[in-house]
């Protein structure tokens, strides 16, 4: 089984993320990025399917400009066979983003396309659905386990209410949530030989795919201040202020 | 080396995260060996690093490693793996090899499978207790051949972690003083604490320049071609702990001295790692005895002759 993997370059989970003074965005000069933490449970999730006999080859891929070859690289140094950088320095929305990884598909012809559910700088959650649909194949989004089973997978997702259990045909998109797997450290020497696997360099273009945006932001801004709480003196003055000043009750 | 460097730091960042929170720090002062995160960063084959790979290492430069030591300081270095890195640098070997001070006291000696000496050469000896440091780190002591030959590195090491702890340090004045509010608005806001902080900046910024530099030479030149490199980011971070610190209590005021909030565990790790393998006094008389040796004169031209590293 062939896995594609595509890995996003965020500003790390752990930044506080301050708006630009323009409001166009926010600040990504000089600000430590890392791979989106959904997408590096995808890369652990591949590895630890190739670690089982199940995946013979795992193919990273980030969309977006050059530096995105370090987040290729860390997915190699994680056990990431080779990688492929779709450069553009621009704006790249989430359809364009699957339509990359329709072409890229239709050149690699992978079974399984693991996805981070959600990008934790946009939040869209959408890429993976919008592949899916694209390519008219089954997915299992939201997942916290995957097996393989009869020829297919069998996703475990997480839903309100529970777990559901579904069996996909292959090939298929699989996004995984938070608890599907934690991520291994790389260790140095697997650091020191991902610099000798390949990443191959394409355009956009090369595929034949417009990415011009289809979205203008119109502004950026921080969310207001949270006001102070109040402290009340009884359950009675509580609900009073609840039902006549915060008007909930 | 750069993208591997800083996909190494995310690794090494991450595990320091994931596991040398405060209760981490607290178990180190009590004298328990943090046996869970050193086998973590075994296993990701970080002690051995420096050395070549026919010994078991990746060959990492001075550089790289000096980076990676920064990254410890910033997260208080609840493990001696800059120390073992070094020394395996030096000679390579399996475990956790302790690096002595000419005096023979080591950090976290009773806990080494070895120990590089200052005679240059790996010894294992029964260690004792030392004298107690600030910082509540075991730096315990043993009959040791004498010999300066680990006082540069573990110099360059202590460096580095004073970078990293002042960076955080740092870090954290900043943000108190942004949230601190007396008389209506941050401490932050008031001209008296916001020069004070940037001049703290300014301490860092040097430190890490010095450090950074330092690796540099050491990668270029050896260990004994960088000398003074080493002892201007001694000195240099020495300096600038005596002052950050300072400042950093200041902004901070009393909270600064409670158990439960973090500021106390680097600035008392500064202070312990200022005096490891000699203090700026130390390192600045040899600067000052080299500059003697070559007349005195041409303290200055020579300076100005060296070339960046």
Known sequence: MKLLVPVKRVVDYNVKVRVKADGTGVETANVKMSMNPFDEIGVEEAVRLKEKGVATEIVAVSCGPAACAEQIRTALAMGADRGILVEHDGVLEPLAVAKLLKALVAKESPDLVILGKQAIDDDMNATGQMLAALLGWAQGTYASKIEAADGGLLVTREVDGGLERIQLKLPAIVTTDLRLNEPRYASLPNIMKARKKPIENVKPADLGVDVTPRLTVLKVAEPPTRQAGKKVASVAELVDKLRNEAKVI | ?309
């Open chain 2, 1 to 309: 080396m750069s993208e591997m460097r800083d996909i190494l730091l995310e690794q090494v960042e991450r595990l320091l995260a994931d596991q040398s929170g405060p209760e981490t720090l607290r178990a180190v002062e009590a004298g328990v060996w943090p046996a869970a995160l050193w086998t973590e960063v075994e296993a990701l084959g970080l002690p051995l690093a420096m050395a070549p790979e026919e010994a078991g290492g990746v060959a990492l430069g001075w550089d790289d490693a000096v980076a990676v030591w920064v990254a410890l300081g910033r997260a208080g270095a609840p493990v001696p793996l800059a120390e073992s890195m070094a020394a395996s640098a030096l000679m390579p070997a399996l475990g956790f090899v302790a690096l002595a001070q000419p005096d023979g006291t080591a950090l976290w000696g009773h806990a080494a499978t070895r120990v590089l000496a200052g005679d240059g050469a790996l010894h294992q000896a029964a260690f004792t207790p030392g004298k107690a440091q600030p910082s509540n780190e075991p730096w315990d002591r043993a009959a040791l051949p004498a010999g300066e030959a680990t006082v540069l590195a573990g110099a360059l090491v202590n460096a580095a972690k004073m970078a990293g702890g002042l960076e955080a340090v740092l870090t954290l004045s900043v943000d108190y003083a942004n949230v601190r509010k007396q008389f209506g608005k941050p401490i932050g806001q008031f001209q008296a604490v916001s020069q004070q902080l940037s001049q703290a900046a300014g301490e860092v910024a040097a430190a890490g320049v010095a450090v950074a530099n330092a690796g540099r030479a050491v990668a270029r030149r050896g260990l004994s071609g960088a000398e003074f490199e080493i002892a201007a980011a001694k000195v240099i971070t020495g300096e600038a702990t005596a002052q950050v610190a300072a400042v950093a209590h200041q902004v901070h005021a009393a909270i600064g001295f409670t158990q439960d909030y973090h500021l106390h565990f680097t600035t008392r790790r500064l202070w312990a790692w200022r005096d490891a393998f000699g203090n700026e006094r130390f390192w600045a008389q040899r600067i000052g005895r080299a500059a003697l040796a070559r007349g005195g004169a041409k303290a200055w031209p020579d300076l100005a002759a060296r070339e960046d590293a």
